[in-house]
């Protein structure tokens, strides 16, 4: 019998793509994201480049990683009454990006609603510039609930950047702000991330929180 391709054997280290298609039989038998993470390991897939080739090469054979991991962190983050109480709620999306120097949000029809600087002498890394505005996202979708009276609701929240984000985090002050969170990182075509250098700031109080609502045309 042929010994199996291994990064620690004789053989070469085999490629995410090339593991993902020999393999893809048993991996589309899992359910949980451990099963996928062990298996990353074993194979060396420990840098951000290869976890990143891994996770493109699942999702090329109808595996989405990411997807199921927001599913795990909602399940394991978000109180079944809420999300119950959610589902007959408004579903809310915003737009999230950030440079060193400001905080971006747009509305699901992708309108400017807030673009703000960091304060002066603030000590900003991408980790904390993507943060503040994830946070700053689930604090707009936060008076659009209040404005409309409702008691929970869904914010689908698009992402420029997630690497580093404490995620479980972000879904407990949204929970807390009465919103089940769905998350998605979308770097290209994203108008916050199009609207990081926009000259002046936007305060959201001047905006109409009513293009917030994801409409049909809008899902993604």
């Not at 993470?37 to 699942?58: C, M, P, Q, S």
């Not at 929240?157 to 089940?180: C, E, F, K, M, W």
């Not at 770097?187 to 009513?210: K, Y």
Request: aromatic letters at 8%; glycine letters at 6%.
């Amino acid at each position: 019998m042929t010994a199996p391709r291994s990064p620690f054997g004789a053989f070469a280290p085999i490629t995410p793509e090339d593991m993902v298609g020999d393999r893809a039989t048993e991996l589309l038998t899992f359910t949980c994201t451990e099963e996928f993470d062990r298996l990353a390991i074993e194979y060396g897939f420990i840098t951000a480049y290869l976890a990143d080739r891994f996770v493109t090469a699942l999702l090329d054979i109808g595996i989405d990683y990411e997807g199921l991991r927001q599913t795990e962190i909602t399940r394991a983050t978000t109180d079944a009454t809420l999300v119950r109480q959610a589902a007959t709620g408004p579903k809310l999306l915003v737009w999230s990006a950030a440079t060193l120097e400001a905080f971006t949000l747009c509305a699901a029809t992708g309108r400017l609603v807030w673009h703000e600087p960091f304060p002066e002498h603030t000590a900003v890394d991408g980790v904390i510039a993507a943060t503040t505005s994830a946070e700053k996202a689930i604090e707009l979708a936060g008076h659009a609930l209040r404005d409309w009276g409702a008691r929970a609701g869904v914010l689908r929240l698009n992402l420029a950047r997630s690497r580093g984000l404490d995620q479980p985090r972000l879904h407990r002050i949204a929970s807390v702000t009465g919103l089940v969170l769905e998350v998605a990182t979308i770097g290209t075509h994203n108008p916050a991330a199009e609207n990081c250098l926009h000259p002046d700031p936007v305060m959201w109080r001047t905006a109409d929180l009513l293009e917030l609502w994801q409409r049909p045309e809008t899902d993604s």
